[in-house]
């Protein structure tokens, strides 16, 4: 799996796979996403540098969120961590949500943090157990509008 940074000409296929997950979480049941993202919800983050594309023979399979500071999240916490938001994959049970959280720690490492941190709607549960087994220990709850959100981080650098 080929990583690459997304340019603004790639707000579409970002969309189509955030779509892509939507949809399938939305078919289990897990209303958590829109049913399409806004183009101008994503495309700060394009042009920043921090969304990053991932490419199996040509093909966009997947897509993920790296910025170095989350103040809404975040707030009260030291900064020097990554932090990983929209992270969406194509075809879900093919390791590649795996390999993007792994990829997600090294990117963080070359960048001289030491912690990786994401976080989740508290009430599900499965997604939550995910990143559990991903070895993400779970720091604490916020509450962000609507949406409690279950905080959790991940050291990953000396």
């Known amino acids: ?3 690459r940074a997304a340019r603004p000409d790639d707000v579409g296929v970002v969309l189509d796979v955030l779509g892509d ?3 399938w ?3 289990r049941g897990i209303r958590q996403w829109p049913e399409r993202f806004d183009s ?3 495309m700060p983050a394009i042009e920043l540098g921090a969304t990053w594309l991932a490419e199996v023979d040509g093909e966009i399979v997947g897509t993920l969120v790296v910025q170095w500071d989350d103040p809404i999240f975040w707030a009260g916490y030291r900064a020097n961590a990554g932090y ?3 992270l969406a994959v194509r075809r879900p ?10 990829w997600a720690e090294r990117h963080a490492v070359e960048a001289g943090k030491r912690f990786v941190r994401l ?3 508290s009430w599900n549960e ?7 087994c991903a070895g993400y220990g779970h720091v604490g709850e916020v509450t962000v509008g609507e949406y409690t959100q279950s905080r959790y981080e991940k050291r990953v650098g000396g």
């Not at 499965?126 to 559990?132: D, G, I, K, S, W």
């Open 1 to 3: 799996m080929k990583i």
């Open 21 to 23: 997950a939507a949809a």
């Open 25 to 27: 979480l939305q078919a």
């Open 40 to 42: 101008d919800w994503v």
């Open 84 to 86: 990983l938001h929209r």
């Open 93 to 102: 049970g093919t390791g590649r949500g795996r390999a993007l959280l792994r």
């Open 119 to 121: 976080d989740c709607v």
């Open 126 to 132: 499965p997604l939550r157990a995910y990143y559990e």
